[in-house]
């Protein structure tokens, strides 16, 4: 068998253990290449199949890598659950599926979106609270110009009792008390007067993680 066949055989059978289309299609890419090498010579072809095989291997990089991304954000995030009293594995899998609906409405992709979860979790926040929080701050962070991060940082910090300067985004939160805060009143304040821009605006410009796909 020569070398040529062994590589062909290889990427045929890491294809049907690891079950990835990417890979199946880089094995039968190769095959057809040396399919022409034994039909036909050293040639032209050679080079355009060695182009699109340069192609395959960095699309299988890239959604190796995007996969790493999304494994360790989703690992982090169940840690920082473990050392949260108030949050649990199924609220864990819940704040992933709720992340993934966050994406289909904003320009951030959920390997973006969890680890920001992880942060709120990780603070002590409640499932409950960190959906109410993502969920406005996405359309806070598109109504305002202010980085989605800042937008979570400010409402995270009202449930300790601290305005800080929400009231820039918002002058209904300038005369909340502290119990009020604490309560979750500017985060819901806020959810109302910005509600459905961050949808809306990807609806009319489209979201550029999802055209990415």
């Known amino acids: 068998q020569t070398k040529i066949d062994k590589l ?3 990427f045929n059978k890491l294809g049907k253990e690891t079950k990835n289309d990417s890979i199946s299609k880089l094995g039968n890419s190769w095959k057809r290449t040396t399919s022409t090498i034994k039909g036909a010579g050293l040639g032209a072809v050679i080079a355009a199949e060695v182009k699109l095989l340069k192609q395959e291997l960095q699309a299988i990089k890239d959604t190796a890598e995007a996969f790493n991304v999304q494994l360790k954000a989703e690992t982090k995030l169940a840690q920082a659950a473990k050392n949260n009293p108030y949050m649990d594995g199924t609220g864990v899998k819940r704040l992933e599926e709720f992340a993934g609906q966050l994406q289909s409405i904003s320009d951030y992709g959920d390997e973006e979106l969890i680890p920001m979860m992880t942060e709120l979790v990780a603070s002590g926040r409640t499932e409950a609270q960190v959906m109410d929080i993502m969920s406005a701050s996405i359309d806070v962070a598109a109504g305002s110009g202010k980085s989605l991060q800042s937008v979570i940082d400010m409402l995270n910090k009202s449930y300790t009792g601290e305005a800080g300067e929400l009231s820039t985004l918002s002058a209904e ?19 109302e007067q910005y509600k459905g821009i961050s949808e809306e605006a990807t609806k009319a410009t489209g979201s550029a993680k999802q055209l990415a796909m």
């Open 173 to 191: 939160t300038k005369n909340l008390t502290k119990e009020q805060l604490q309560n979750g009143e500017a985060v819901r304040i806020l959810a």
């Open 8 to 10: 062909t055989a290889s």
